[in-house]
T-cell receptor, first 112, second 115 residues
Framework: GDSVTQMEGPVTLSEEAFLTINCTYT??????LFWYVQYPGEGLQLLLK?????DKGSNKGFEATYRKETTSFHLEKGSVQVSDSAVYFC???????????FGKGTHLIIQP | SQTIHQWPATLVQPVGSPLSLECTVE??????LYWYRQAAGRGLQLLFY??????ISSEVPQNLSASRPQDRQFILSSKKLLLSDSGFYLC??????????????FGPGTRLLVL
């Protein structure tokens, strides 16, 4: 079945550092890929998405490119802020699936 | 704009007690609705999804059930809670088909602790 693998962390960075959170997936066909963010005590918010190979999703300074050849969708940001501290989930929606398949989440801590 | 509500926000229940969690969506019609659970130390798992009133599909065998009595209302229930039912329950909605089905939007969640 479909699966998503991402680094679990916690990942601790200083403010203004460069961020990469790796995400790789296994799926049949051509899934859509997503990054969701969960701030403390809250539900999930859609951060960005990409629906086909080589698409780049971007939002709030975050970017991720759908790489079919490496089955990856790594999340990047050039300069993180303390307010980016949260748990980030990579997810996919397979062609015949009804619900999202999530990775286990990466806890990101940004220190001032 | 569309909004999704869940209540209660937090719930502490004894083992063996019943459960009812409610989710409602505003600003859209005929949504697909979903229940996910986020258990401690584990990722998010799809529990149920619904494509219409009275139409429920279960993804995993469990102690829980779901119902959709109205188009924009989705209820998660249990007759007798187990310790393993503790977790963070998230409701989500998406469009019915095509590209609108691809993106799911989540509610604020209900944190359930079974003691």
């Amino acid at each position: 079945g479909d699966s998503v693998t991402q680094m679990e962390g916690p990942v601790t960075l200083s403010e203004e550092a460069f961020l990469t959170i790796n995400c790789t997936y296994t799926a049949t066909g051509y899934p859509s890929l997503f990054w969701y963010v969960q701030y403390p005590g809250e539900g999930l918010q859609l951060l960005l998405k990409a629906t086909k190979a080589d698409d780049k999703g971007s939002n709030k300074g975050f970017e991720a490119t759908y790489r079919k050849e490496t089955t990856s969708f790594h999340l990047e940001k050039g300069s993180v802020q303390v307010s980016d501290s949260a748990v980030y989930f990579c997810a996919l929606l397979g062609g015949g699936a009804d619900g999202l398949t999530f990775g286990k989440g990466t806890h990101l801590i940004i220190q001032p | 704009s569309q909004t999704i509500h869940q209540w209660p926000a937090t719930l502490v229940q004894p083992v063996g007690s019943p459960l009812s969690l409610e989710c409602t969506v505003e600003g859209t019609s005929n949504p697909n609705l979903y229940w996910y659970r986020q258990a401690a130390g584990r990722g998010l798992q799809l529990l149920f999804y619904s494509i219409g009133i009275g139409q429920i599909s279960s993804e995993v065998p469990q102690n829980l059930s779901a119902s959709r009595p109205q188009d924009r209302q989705f209820i998660l229930s249990s007759k007798k809670l187990l310790l393993s039912d503790s977790g963070f329950y998230l409701c989500a909605w998406s469009g019915l088909s095509g590209s609108s089905r691809e993106t799911q939007y989540f509610g604020p969640g209900t944190r359930l602790l079974v003691l």
